[in-house]
Nanobody, 125 residues
Framework: QVQLVESGGGLVQAGGSLRLSCAASGSALDDYVMGWFRQTPKKEREFVAAIGRGGGSTFYSDAVKGRFTISRDNARNRGYLQMNSLKPEDTARYYC??????????????????WGQGTQVTVSS
């Protein structure tokens, strides 16, 4: 099991950028597929992006494709989500997730065993 801590959230104007980080401890991150999800009080937790163990495979939701970039630095045990051209509808709490059993990135939240506490992103119009 790996422990995950997100950081980098905050308040930003529409059109701005933020970079979220996910720091992992307790296990080597290169054994895990990683994903980012987001949730608002009115919606279920939804998939944002996922990345394979080596970083070569990435997947994005249609809502963020072309604006967000997921990446990872296994040597530093960290994952990242670069968010550009932010929109008010991107406002949510963002969660980092990881799973050791997955062989390929998954868009399904039930496939991930390990979760961080989340970091709030608020985009003002």
């Amino acid at each position: 099991q790996v422990q995950l801590v997100e950081s980098g959230g905050g308040l930003v104007q529409a059109g701005g950028s933020l970079r979220l980080s996910c720091a992992a401890s307790g296990s080597a991150l290169d054994d895990y597929v990683m994903g980012w999800f987001r949730q608002t009080p009115k919606k279920e937790r939804e998939f944002v992006a996922a990345i394979g163990r080596g970083g070569g495979s990435t997947f994005y939701s249609d809502a963020v494709k072309g604006r967000f970039t997921i990446s990872r630095d296994n040597a530093r045990n960290r994952g990242y989500l670069q968010m550009n051209s932010l929109k008010p509808e991107d406002t949510a709490r963002y969660y980092c997730a990881a799973d050791q059993r997955l062989q390929l990135p998954s868009t399904a939240r039930q496939d991930y065993d390990d979760w961080g506490q989340g970091t709030q992103v608020t985009v003002s119009s």
